[in-house]
Structures are given as C-alpha cells and as structure tokens.
C-alpha cells in the first residue's frame, strides 16, 4: 500500500490521473468532445447545414494527419512518457472518448473519482451505458492496482448493476485493492451516486505486463 | 428465438445496427471521429497549430450548439424513433465514440459483428483497452437479446480476458442468448481475433426497461 507514513516517508502525490493542459492538444481534445457531445445533440432536422460542418471537422483531420507521425512513432513516444498515461479512454486529456475522469489516491489506499457523463455515454433512456460503467470500473480498478503498489492485467471482471446509473449526475467511482496472492491480485470498485451503490465491480488482475513499445 | 421457418416465415432483416448515412449529421460524426484519432496520433510536439485547431472545433460546437434542442427534447425524439437505436456509444451512427460496430442476425440465433479499434480504444501497448472489450460485449450481448426475442437489461456481467486483443485488426464481436427462464435471461459472446478468442462474456440479463422519455 502506497499509505505514507507521515513521520517518516516523503509526501506522495495523489493525482493518479493526468491533469488536462489549458492549451495546445489537451485544449483541442476538449473541443472535439464538446463537438461529439454537440453532434448527438443536435443531429440531423436541427437546421445545421450538416455537410458543412462535416467538411469543416474532415479539414481539420487533414490538417492534423498532414502532420501525424507513424502510429510505430507515436506508440514509442506515449509509452515512453514517464508517470501518468495520457491517451487512455477513460482518464486520458488527449483522447476525445474519455469523459475524461480525474482519480485521486486516498490516504486509505483506495482511489476515487468523480464524473458527470453526458448523452454520448447513454445505454437506456436517461442513464449511462451498462458498458460504459464497465469501461470506467475496468480502468479504475487497474489504477486501484498502482496505487496500492502491484498492477496488472484484467484476467477477470465482474459486474453487477444494482440500480441504473443517471446521466448528468455526479458519479463517484472509487476502486481498492482487496489482496495479492502471488501473481495474482484481486480489486473491487463501485460506481455511486448520492452515497447509493450503482455498479460494484470485482476484478482479477493478473500481475504481468505488455512490453513497451520501443 | 428468431430463426425463420423460409417455409412460412416472411423474412427477417438481420441488420441489428443502423446503417449510417452518407451525408448529415452521420457524416458529421464519421469525420469527426477522424479528428478525435488524428488528435490522438499528432499530439502535440508536431508542428500543428493545436490551439488554432481548438478555435475550430469550439466554433463548430458553438453552431451546433445554437441550433441545439433541449435534453428533454432530444431524448424524447430519439427514443420516440422506431426501431433500431442510432446514437449508443457501440454502434451508433450518430455518436462518436462508437468505432462504430455493425452487428448481423444469423440463422442459428447468434449475432455477429467485424470492428477493427485505433488508438483511442487501447489500452496496454497496441492493444485494446479491457474496459473497451467490455464495453463492446455488453452491448452485443444485449443486441444478441433483441435478436433472440427477449431483452433486458444487464444485472450481471462476468468478462474473461484469455489473451490480449490486438488493436489495427479485424476482430469479430459474437453473442448469442442461452436461456430465457421467466424473467431471467442468460446470454454469451465473445471477441476473437483470427477465430482465437481473447475475451469472452457471460451476462444475466433482467427482462424489464426503463421507460422511454415521453
């Protein structure tokens, strides 16, 4: 457990998730959610001349592609970062598809989270996607894991939905490591909302690693 | 289930997603999933005025955002519309964070869908986020429901991670209804890469839903 000792051990940061630059790409990949969000709101018989702001985001991925390394040189360059990931789907500033959400360590060795999904995260009418809730469980657990000093694989995942999860509300998604067993460590979290239970999760994790690219 | 009896049986149209249009606000969405994965490979460090860039999409979202209904408004419409869903975050032509999957009935009861996942969709080094595979099953398995005559939503969700599912190839997405037993719904799938299975679900579904905003 990653607990400091305040006598005696130095101060451990907290933040688990990457804190969002307020320019450059970090900026640009908060506009592009807003444009998701935007898109699904609005859609077709709205009165936007569609077709045009299609050409205008495909000139946009032009310019940004004229530009792009290879995805070899970009997979060596993410992976290289030391610290924190910033490209994920859940936490990452730089990928549009995470909401994102911001995780903190908690001096108890558990972490904790708190985020509002919108339309694009919708699974039935109002309320968040049963995949989407294990899409954060998955990744919450995983930094669960770092935080509590042994991290791995998901070898295993169970979810159980309580009571459906709300959109355009607080959800707070908190995640602690349980044990680990030799190779193998086990991780439990839940998604919350007003104190009351949504989604648990138990994960099996096993304690090995994908190489790194070079 | 729905398999047609060709004798007697009129046909049945195994298209469980919507098919996305060529123009509007599907287009709109298609391109702007191209600048959420071109943000992700270009990063910053590549020359690309990414502030310029940020000034664009935040125009864009504000004229979208102008014509914009209300949430209210817009959930309603959206569930009002017959049919086939078109704006969840798995297979929806009008969301983009779906990559998007396209899931097909077959004859023998299971569904079947072909996705191939960029970057915004990894997880460990060139490989797909366990939270995505998830996400992904989830949702085919609650397609695999509709297609066998009974849906629900999911009470439980157990995903299995056998090896790691690669990104940048053809994965098939499969589910499949086991039991139906009064309101309880068993339900199967998994995703394989090359017909080797990396992931596999088991989910208990709960035949009631939420109603649909009026």
């Not at 994920?88 to 911001?102: K, R, Y």
Request: glycine share 12%; aromatic share 2%; net charge negative.
């Amino acid at each position: 457990m990653n607990t400091p000792d305040e006598n005696t051990a130095p101060a451990i940061d907290p933040r688990l998730s990457a804190e969002p630059n307020k320019d450059g790409a970090d900026a640009a990949v908060a506009a592009a959610r807003r444009v998701i969000a935007a898109l699904l709101l609005t859609g077709d018989g709205s009165g936007v001349d569609m077709d045009a702001i299609a050409d205008r985001l495909d000139e946009v991925a032009d310019r940004l592609t004229e530009k792009a390394p290879t995805v070899e040189e970009r997979l060596s360059r993410m992976w290289r970062a030391e610290g924190i990931n910033r490209h994920d789907p859940v936490t990452g500033p730089e990928n549009g598809l995470a909401p994102p959400l911001s995780l903190q360590g908690k001096d108890d060795g558990s972490i904790e989270g708190v985020v509002t999904l919108g339309l694009p995260y919708q699974g039935p009418p109002g309320h968040v996607h049963g995949g989407i809730s294990a899409l954060l469980l998955d990744h919450t657990l995983g930094v669960a894991n770092h935080w509590g000093g042994t991290s791995g694989m998901t070898a295993e995942l169970t979810l159980r939905y309580l009571r459906p999860t709300p959109l355009f509300e607080p959800l707070t998604v908190t995640g602690r490591q349980v044990s680990v067993d030799g190779s193998r460590i086990r991780t439990v979290g839940e998604i919350s909302v007003s104190g009351r239970a949504c989604v648990t999760a138990e994960g099996l994790f096993i304690n090995k690693h994908l190489p790194r690219p070079s």
